[in-house]
């Protein structure tokens, strides 16, 4: 009787419990359901502008242009805080698998690392298979691991290999890109700016191409100003680096020490440049 009793007691405040939590969630649904009413107006708003020819483009065109990705990336921002917060405050139960899934192409490795904790409620969800799979894709080039071997060619033909450079005494940088990505195009200046601050300091970078037309990526590293050795095996997306470091887009790098172990990924922008005035004083 008294396990019966028991039972019964635990049922109910189980009952109690879930009760709560579907309360506590009904706001944060709401604001997620906002967040992607307001993605499919912007998205309504730019798929009007892509039916234009470019060349007829006008400056107001533009200019919608420029505030539309502005407020995409606003709301970029308040979703990803916002599903932190939910994984947060609900960690015990399945509630933030569903959202996790929605941004995990937009996560950065260290909060994947935190959200693919085994010890959460929401762990074993199924939603988070995606999540879960990015995840192990970023530990290849973990910062404390060692780098891994690359043989490709260089813009010669001549075959080159990434221990040419990692492990001898610098600080290398592998910078993962295209000529056809045009964040990587965007992102290039601040690499060149930081390879004068740096070359002579200490720091050698070495371009990892994702193209597979030669005459596009030499014409891409002329015009970009990449002065650094380049290698690729032309391959485009099936490039041997993708499965060596886990790339699943670009651009994105790695840095090694002297030693040639990894301590730093995907530095761009300021982070690039604070990191390396850091090391290379």
């Known amino acids: 009787m008294k396990d019966m009793k028991k039972i019964i007691l635990m049922t109910m405040l189980a009952a109690t419990t879930l009760a709560a939590n579907a309360q506590d969630t009904k706001p944060y649904e709401s604001k997620m359901s906002q967040i ?17 020819d470019p060349s007829t483009f006008t400056d107001a065109d533009k200019a919608k242009i420029g505030e539309i990705m502005a407020k995409a990336d606003s709301l970029d921002s308040v979703q990803l805080a916002t599903v932190l917060e939910i994984a947060e405050k609900f960690k015990t139960t399945t509630f933030p698998a569903k959202y996790i899934a929605e941004v995990a192409d937009g996560l ?21 298979k995606k999540a879960k799979d990015l995840y192990e894709m970023y530990k290849l080039r973990e910062p404390g691991s060692m780098y891994k071997e690359l043989v490709m060619t260089d813009l010669n033909g001549k075959q ?34 930081a390879y004068k601050r740096y070359k002579d300091k200490g720091l050698e970078i070495i371009g990892v191409s994702f193209d597979d037309n ?46 040639g172990k990894i301590i730093a990924m995907d530095l761009r922008g300021e982070a690039l440049q604070t990191e390396l005035a850091k090391l290379l004083k």
Do not use: H
């Open 214 to 259: 030669k005459l596009k990526w030499s014409s891409a590293v002329e015009k970009l100003g990449m002065t650094w050795p380049q290698m690729s095996d032309l391959k485009g997306w099936q490039s041997a680096a993708g499965k060596v470091y886990g790339i699943r887009s670009i651009p994105s790098n790695i840095l090694l020490d002297k030693d």
């Open 108 to 128: 950065e490795y260290a909060d994947l690392k935190r959200l693919c904790d085994p010890s959460t409620g929401y762990y074993n969800a199924p939603e988070m």
């Open 160 to 193: 080159m290999k990434l221990s040419d450079w990692a492990g001898k005494g610098k600080y290398v940088f592998v910078d993962f890109w295209a000529s056809w990505c045009a964040p990587c195009r965007k992102e290039m200046p601040n690499v060149v700016e």
């Open 36 to 52: 992607e009413t307001e993605y499919n107006k912007l998205k309504a708003e730019f798929e009007v502008l892509k039916q234009k």
